[in-house]
């Protein structure tokens, strides 16, 4: 009998909940020596929780984890580092004002006499990044590169400090392509050395490009282990999704028709804009009672974009039109005056906490019409007829925002622009950890606002959201617009695809 060689990293049975909530359920994975490994999955699936069990950043779980075949658990990142695993996460960890050789080295320069041995360090340096081939100054500031440049280094630093194996958290994310190829060519030179390499990305073309083995996560579950070479985009989305689409939520079932308004006046018009790295040549209009959803990954511009529309970001290029009006909005304010309301992701920049409900919906508007509404008698009555008709819990105008739950929330903030209509209203992620009935509640809302003729917007990473609401789709990916779904009808499948 041949006695095989124990894998690097072996995972069986793993189990982790947060608060009860279980994020990974009876997982056994594997990773073998010299390969890289893809991890695709939606978001919440588990991918990150199970990495960073292996690295060290959660110490507590149940199940069985070796390395080489023995038998380890660690309780920190240093431990983990120590038997030979490191980590890149999406946020880069460099230090911006230290030269590239000084964070190659972090936390273990070379030192002669007591002192850091700068040329040893800066000859060290350059050598370790000739070896993976990365072409950088060794003395250059990290600040002044670019992401894609110190994401290399941060590689380089984590495989300095003696990483065989290699976790990379989304790595493509915020990459141009040119960067994610000498991204790819480090990544096969260190397969090449017999490291080992986890890649997580939701760049599905990304994944099947530089994988060798790719694992699919759904719902805390490891639902399929292949070899990349034997998949396509469209086996993985189907795993990823499920099957039979069982996991999805009423709003819709597989696929919605979209019901676009060619008719009506264009009141949203936005040509060639962009805004440095973050987005670039966006083009879109939208018209008088209809909604665009706009739908991407995480880190495809969607935020950028939407802080545009609304004047928080000044764009490097480009045109913006409201109601036929050129707009080039360099405050919120502008934005506003112009007929452009925003609802942000974090609504809790837009509410006062410890005001009541009924300030809430009548405060941000007081500005466009006078002193009337300072009578707190007629914002309680405005105020009484939204929380009925949009069933906001608890029923009454004078409880304080801030003890209301994130939907109910999320109803205030939409409901002043029932009463003062903007031209165009820009809703970044509106339903993000909404339960089902606030999602209705907030789909409802929406459509009653198209109803009243507002151009609405509608920006969101979770596509359940925008099938829900919108009317005609573009899905925005890596900074640009690549495809629009129109007057047809469309899935889940085609948007992640598209994406
Ligand atoms: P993925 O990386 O695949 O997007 P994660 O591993 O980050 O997914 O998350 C899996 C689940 O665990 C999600 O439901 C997420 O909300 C939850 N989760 C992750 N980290 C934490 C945490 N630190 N506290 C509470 N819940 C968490
Ligand atoms: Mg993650």
């Known amino acids: 009998m041949t006695e095989e060689a124990a894998p690097p990293l072996d995972l069986r049975g793993i189990s982790k909940s947060f608060g009860g909530v279980a994020a990974l359920r009876d997982v056994d994975f594997v990773l073998r020596a010299g390969e890289i490994h893809g991890l695709v999955g939606e978001n919440g699936a588990g991918k990150s929780t199970l990495m960073k069990i292996i690295a060290g950043l959660h110490g507590q779980y149940d199940g069985r984890m070796a390395i080489d075949g023995r038998p380890v658990h660690f309780r920190s990142p240093r431990e983990a580092l120590a038997a030979g695993i490191g980590m890149v996460h999406q946020e880069l960890s460099v230090v911006p004002d230290l030269t590239v050789a000084e964070n190659v080295y972090l936390g273990q320069q070379p030192t002669k006499g007591g002192i850091v041995d700068w040329r040893a360090m800066m000859d060290g340096a350059r050598r370790h990044l000739a070896d993976l081939g990365i072409d950088v100054d060794p003395n250059a500031r990290m600040g002044s590169l670019a992401i894609g440049l110190q994401q290399l280094i941060e590689l380089a630093r984590v495989l300095f400090s003696g990483a065989r194996i290699v976790i990379l958290d989304e790595p493509t994310s915020a990459l141009s392509p040119p960067e994610v190829q000498r991204l790819f060519e480090v990544l096969r030179g260190v397969r090449a050395s017999g490291?080992?390499?986890?890649?997580?990305?939701?760049?599905?073309?990304?994944?099947?490009?530089?994988?060798?083995?790719?694992?699919?996560?759904?719902?805390?579950?490891?639902?399929?282990?292949?070899?990349?070479?034997?998949?396509?985009?469209?086996?993985l989305i189907q795993r990823m999704i499920?099957?039979?689409?069982?996991?999805?939520?009423?709003?819709?079932?597989?696929?919605?028709?979209?019901?676009?308004?060619?008719?009506?006046?264009?009141?949203?018009?936005?040509?060639?804009?962009?805004?440095?790295?973050?987005?670039?040549?966006?083009?879109?209009?939208?018209?008088?009672?209809?909604?665009?959803?706009?739908?991407?990954?995480?880190?495809?511009?969607?935020?950028?974009?939407?802080?545009?529309?609304?004047?928080?970001?000044?764009?490097?290029?480009?045109?913006?039109?409201?109601?036929?009006?050129?707009?080039?909005?360099?405050?919120?304010?502008?934005?506003?005056?112009?007929?452009?309301?925003?609802?942000?992701?974090?609504?809790?920049?837009?509410?006062?906490?410890?005001?009541?409900?009924?300030?809430?919906?009548?405060?941000?508007?007081?500005?466009?019409?006078?002193?009337?509404?300072?009578?707190?008698?007629?914002?309680?009555?405005?105020?009484?007829?939204?929380?009925?008709?949009?069933?906001?819990?608890?029923?009454?105008?004078?409880?304080?925002?801030?003890?209301?739950?994130?939907?109910?929330?999320?109803?205030?903030?939409?409901?002043?622009?029932?009463?003062?209509?903007?031209?165009?209203?820009?809703?970044?992620?509106?339903?993000?950890?909404?339960?089902?009935?606030?999602?209705?509640?907030?789909?409802?809302?929406?459509?009653?606002?198209?109803?009243?003729?507002?151009?609405?917007?509608?920006?969101?990473?979770?596509?359940?959201?925008?099938l829900s609401l919108a009317d005609r789709i573009v899905v925005m990916k890596k900074g640009r617009i690549v495809r629009e779904f129109a007057g047809e009808t469309v899935s889940k499948d085609q948007l992640l695809e598209a994406a």
């Open 195 to 235: 490291r080992s390499i986890v890649f997580i990305s939701h760049f599905l073309d990304d994944v099947l490009a530089i994988a060798d083995t790719v694992t699919i996560f759904r719902n805390g579950r490891l639902i399929a282990t292949e070899a990349a070479g034997t998949v396509d985009k469209g086996w």
């Open 242 to 466: 499920g099957r039979g689409h069982e996991e999805l939520e009423g709003s819709y079932t597989g696929a919605i028709a979209l019901d676009s308004r060619p008719d009506a006046p264009v009141v949203l018009d936005v040509r060639g804009l962009s805004v440095g790295r973050a987005f670039a040549d966006v083009s879109l209009d939208v018209r008088a009672g209809e909604v665009l959803g706009i739908y991407g990954f995480m880190g495809c511009g969607l935020i950028e974009l939407a802080r545009t529309l609304f004047g928080k970001l000044k764009a490097d290029a480009g045109t913006m039109s409201i109601g036929g009006k050129s707009l080039r909005p360099r405050s919120t304010a502008e934005a506003c005056r112009a007929g452009i309301a925003f609802v942000p992701e974090s609504r809790r920049s837009m509410l006062f906490h410890t005001e009541p409900v009924y300030k809430n919906m009548s405060i941000s508007v007081l500005g466009r019409i006078g002193r009337l509404l300072l009578r707190p008698s007629v914002e309680k009555d405005i105020a009484r007829q939204h929380v009925q008709s949009l069933s906001i819990r608890p029923p009454t105008v004078e409880t304080l925002l801030g003890s209301l739950s994130g939907g109910n929330q999320q109803k205030v903030a939409l409901a002043k622009w029932l009463t003062w209509p903007p031209k165009v209203l820009v809703l970044s992620e509106p339903t993000r950890g909404m339960d089902v009935g606030a999602k209705e509640d907030v789909v409802r809302i929406v459509k009653g606002l198209r109803e009243q003729g507002m151009g609405v917007v509608v920006l969101s990473t979770e596509p359940e959201t925008v």
